[in-house]
C-alpha cells in the first residue's frame, strides 16, 4: 500500500491486487494484462487498434514526459483498454506536445493508475501468462475488492474472439498521406502509384504512410470485404493489416476470402502481424495462444535467407506455429528470443508476411525493405 491513500487498484484474477494512485478517467474496466518494454511510443502504443482488449503495463517509467500530440496516433481514438505505469505522469516537456497524456486519457474515457511495481507485475506475467484483470480508479478510494476480483474473474479473455471487426473502419477509403519527414512533416502522395488494397483489420496509420511512401495508391477495405469488394478495385497488391484478437476467430470470415483471392488472382500479397497469421490459416496452418506475448521495440528478428538480424517493434499474443506450415509454405524470419515464427512465403508465388512491425521504426529503418519488396513485387511482369 502507497503511504498517501490510493484512488486507484489492479485486481487479477487470482486475486492479488495492487494499489496506485489514478489518472485519466474514473470508473472500471476488464481485459487482459500485458507488458511492453518499448522506452518512448507510448501514445503510438495506446492508440494501436492491435490493443483492443488488452491493459498496458509499460516498463519504462518515464511516461507521459512528451506529452500527447495528433500526429503521433495511429488511429483516431486509443484503442487500449487502459495503462499501468511506475511513476506518476509529469507534466509535458517536449515543444510537440499539445495536451497533457492525463488529459488525453480522461477525454476518451481510458483508465490508468500510477506508483505500481512494474517490474513485480511484469515478473508475474511472464512466470503466470497474461492474467485476467479489473483495473478500477475512485478519487475517493472506495474499493469493493470482492467484486472487483469477481469483474476480473468473468472477463471473456482473447481466445476466440474475433475483435477485428470491432476496431477495423466501417467503409472504404483513399489513403496517400506519406510518412513523417523533417521539416514538411507529413506530405501527400501526388504521383500515381501501383494500386493496393489494404484490409483493415485494424490497421495502424503508419503502415498505410509506408505504402504510399513506397509508392502505392492504397484503398482501405473493411475487414469484413468480400473477395469482390477487393477484386473489383482491380489491384496490382494486397496487403493485410495488423489487428487485435484471435486470429482463428477472425479467420472464420477472413480466411474462405482470401482463399477465394489467391484462387482467382496471382497479384502480389503481404501481411503483418494478424494480416500475417490470417494468411498463414489460409495456407493451411495453424495458430495458437502465446503465454504473454511480445511487445516491445527491441525484438531481434533473423532473415533466415540472408542471415540478416533487425531490431523491430512487436505486439501480439497469437503466434504462427511453424510445425504446421504445408509444403510449398516456407519460414522467412523467426525470433531470436524464442525462436518463434515471424514470417513465410509462397516458394512459389509473391505471397508473404511478417509477424514484426517494419513500419514502427525502432531499428529505425531495418524492415523498411518489406514495402519496397512489395512494391517491386507488384512491378514484376505477370
Same mark, same amino acid.
Given at each position: 500500500?502507497?503511504?498517501?491513500?490510493?484512488?486507484?487498484?489492479?485486481?487479477?484474477?487470482?486475486?492479488?491486487?495492487?494499489?496506485?494512485?489514478?489518472?485519466?478517467?474514473?470508473?472500471?474496466?476488464?481485459?487482459?494484462?500485458?507488458?511492453?518494454?518499448?522506452?518512448?511510443?507510448?501514445?503510438?502504443?495506446?492508440?494501436?487498434?492491435?490493443?483492443?482488449?488488452?491493459?498496458?503495463?509499460?516498463?519504462?517509467?518515464?511516461?507521459?514526459?512528451?506529452?500527447?500530440?495528433?500526429?503521433?496516433?495511429?488511429? /483516431?481514438? !486509443?484503442?487500449?483498454? $487502459?495503462?499501468?505505469?511506475?511513476? *506518476?505522469?509529469?507534466?509535458?516537456? +517536449?515543444? #510537440?506536445?499539445? @495536451?497533457?497524456?492525463?488529459?488525453?486519457?480522461?477525454?476518451?474515457?481510458?483508465?490508468?493508475?500510477?506508483?505500481?511495481?512494474?517490474?513485480?507485475?511484469?515478473?508475474?506475467?511472464?512466470?503466470?501468462?497474461?492474467?485476467?484483470?479489473?483495473?478500477?480508479?475512485?478519487?475517493?478510494?472506495?474499493?469493493?475488492?470482492?467484486?472487483?476480483?469477481?469483474?476480473?474473474? /468473468?472477463? !471473456?479473455?482473447?481466445? $476466440?474472439?474475433?475483435?477485428?471487426? *470491432?476496431?477495423?473502419?466501417?467503409? +472504404?477509403? #483513399?489513403?496517400? @498521406?506519406?510518412?513523417?519527414?523533417?521539416?514538411?512533416?507529413?506530405?501527400?502522395?501526388?504521383?500515381?502509384?501501383?494500386?493496393?488494397?489494404?484490409?483493415?483489420?485494424?490497421?495502424?496509420?503508419?503502415?498505410?504512410?509506408?505504402?504510399?511512401?513506397?509508392?502505392?495508391?492504397?484503398?482501405?477495405?473493411?475487414?469484413?470485404?468480400?473477395?469482390?469488394?477487393?477484386?473489383?478495385?482491380?489491384?496490382?497488391?494486397?496487403?493485410?493489416?495488423?489487428?487485435?484478437?484471435?486470429?482463428?476467430?477472425?479467420? #472464420?470470415?477472413?480466411?474462405?476470402?482470401?482463399?477465394?483471392?489467391?484462387?482467382?488472382?496471382?497479384?502480389?500479397?503481404?501481411?503483418?502481424?494478424?494480416?500475417?497469421?490470417?494468411?498463414?490459416?489460409?495456407?493451411?496452418?495453424?495458430?495458437?495462444?502465446?503465454?504473454?506475448?511480445?511487445?516491445?521495440?527491441?525484438?531481434?528478428?533473423?532473415?533466415?535467407?540472408?542471415?540478416?538480424?533487425?531490431?523491430?517493434?512487436?505486439?501480439?499474443?497469437?503466434?504462427?506455429?511453424?510445425?504446421?506450415?504445408?509444403?510449398?509454405?516456407?519460414?522467412?524470419?523467426?525470433?531470436?528470443?524464442?525462436?518463434?515464427?515471424?514470417?513465410?512465403?509462397?516458394?512459389?508465388?509473391?505471397?508473404?508476411?511478417?509477424?514484426?512491425?517494419?513500419?514502427?521504426?525502432?531499428?529505425?529503418?531495418?524492415?523498411?525493405?518489406?514495402?519496397?519488396?512489395?512494391?517491386?513485387?507488384?512491378?514484376?511482369?505477370?
Amino acid at each position: 500500500m502507497p503511504r498517501t491513500p490510493p484512488t486507484a487498484c489492479l485486481a487479477l484474477a487470482d486475486g492479488t491486487v495492487f494499489y496506485g494512485r489514478g489518472f485519466g478517467a474514473t470508473g472500471r474496466t476488464t481485459a487482459e494484462l500485458c507488458f511492453n518494454t518499448a522506452m518512448t511510443g507510448y501514445q503510438e502504443i495506446m492508440t494501436d487498434p492491435s490493443y483492443a482488449g488488452q491493459i498496458v503495463t509499460f516498463t519504462f517509467p518515464h511516461v507521459g514526459n512528451t506529452g500527447v500530440t495528433p500526429e503521433d496516433d495511429e488511429s /483516431a481514438v !486509443p484503442f487500449a483498454e $487502459g495503462m499501468v505505469v511506475k511513476w *506518476d505522469p509529469t507534466a509535458s516537456s +517536449s515543444w #510537440r506536445a499539445a @495536451e497533457e497524456l492525463d488529459a488525453w486519457l480522461s477525454r476518451h474515457g481510458k483508465i490508468a493508475i500510477g506508483g505500481v511495481d512494474t517490474r513485480r507485475l511484469t515478473r508475474a506475467i511472464r512466470q503466470q501468462g497474461a492474467p485476467h484483470v479489473a483495473l478500477v480508479h475512485d478519487p475517493d478510494g472506495n474499493f469493493d475488492l470482492e467484486a472487483i476480483v469477481a469483474a476480473a474473474r /468473468a472477463f !471473456p479473455g482473447l481466445v $476466440g474472439r474475433d475483435l477485428a471487426a *470491432d476496431v477495423s473502419c466501417v467503409q +472504404s477509403y #483513399r489513403w496517400d @498521406e506519406m510518412r513523417w519527414a523533417w521539416p514538411e512533416g507529413y506530405l501527400r502522395r501526388e504521383a500515381p502509384g501501383r494500386k493496393v488494397v489494404a484490409i483493415d483489420y485494424g490497421a495502424k496509420r503508419n503502415i498505410l504512410r509506408c505504402l504510399a511512401s513506397a509508392g502505392c495508391d492504397v484503398t482501405v477495405l473493411p475487414a469484413t470485404a468480400t473477395a469482390d469488394d477487393v477484386l473489383d478495385q482491380a489491384p496490382d497488391g494486397l496487403f493485410l493489416s495488423n489487428g487485435p484478437g484471435d486470429p482463428a476467430a477472425t479467420g #472464420r470470415y477472413a480466411v474462405p476470402v482470401l482463399r477465394q483471392i489467391m484462387d482467382r488472382s496471382d497479384m502480389p500479397i503481404f501481411g503483418i502481424c494478424l494480416g500475417h497469421q490470417l494468411l498463414a490459416l489460409a495456407l493451411g496452418a495453424k495458430t495458437q495462444k502465446m503465454n504473454h506475448g511480445h511487445h516491445g521495440a527491441n525484438h531481434p528478428v533473423k532473415e533466415l535467407a540472408t542471415g540478416k538480424v533487425e531490431i523491430t517493434s512487436m505486439n501480439h499474443g497469437f503466434t504462427v506455429d511453424a510445425q504446421t506450415l504445408p509444403a510449398g509454405v516456407e519460414e522467412t524470419h523467426v525470433s531470436l528470443f524464442d525462436g518463434s515464427n515471424c514470417g513465410i512465403r509462397l516458394s512459389d508465388r509473391p505471397i508473404w508476411s511478417v509477424q514484426h512491425h517494419p513500419e514502427a521504426s525502432p531499428g529505425p529503418q531495418d524492415s523498411f525493405y518489406l514495402f519496397e519488396r512489395f512494391a517491386e513485387a507488384m512491378k514484376a511482369p505477370a
